[in-house]
């Protein structure tokens, strides 16, 4: 059975950095997309960054050049390392992974609290 695990969430200031984790278990099989979607308080779900089918990146409007997305494929794990944090940024932030689409398998969600 897959697994999403999140990790790196908490609390920081605006204009501080964090880094995301993702490892995903459970399955040998490399995910060709992975990537975070995040859910703000009253929002709906929101994708943030993906690497989709291996290679092309994709960034909500409001996070590039701030948040940079990468993967380790021999480790099957996603980060997404965020900076210049605000606090529009602070949400429930989820892992995502697929072979064929980007949302087939979900994390438990990492909370990332921006304080003014």
């Known amino acids: 059975q897959v697994q999403l695990v999140e990790s790196g969430g908490g609390l920081v200031q605006a204009g501080g950095s964090l880094r995301l984790s993702c490892a995903a278990s459970g399955s040998r099989v490399i995910f060709s997309s992975m990537g975070w979607y995040r859910q703000a308080p009253g929002k709906q779900r929101e994708l943030v960054a993906g690497?989709?089918?291996?290679?092309?990146?994709d960034y909500a409007e409001s996070v590039k050049g701030r948040f940079i997305i990468y993967r380790d494929n021999a480790e099957n794990t996603v980060y997404l390392q965020m900076g210049s944090l605000q606090p529009e940024d602070t949400a429930v932030y989820f892992c995502?992974?697929?072979?064929?689409?980007?949302?087939?398998?979900w994390g438990r969600g990492t909370q990332v609290t921006v304080s003014s």
């Open positions: 690497i989709i089918r291996g290679s092309s990146t």
């Open positions: 995502v992974a697929g072979l064929v689409r980007l949302t087939e398998y």
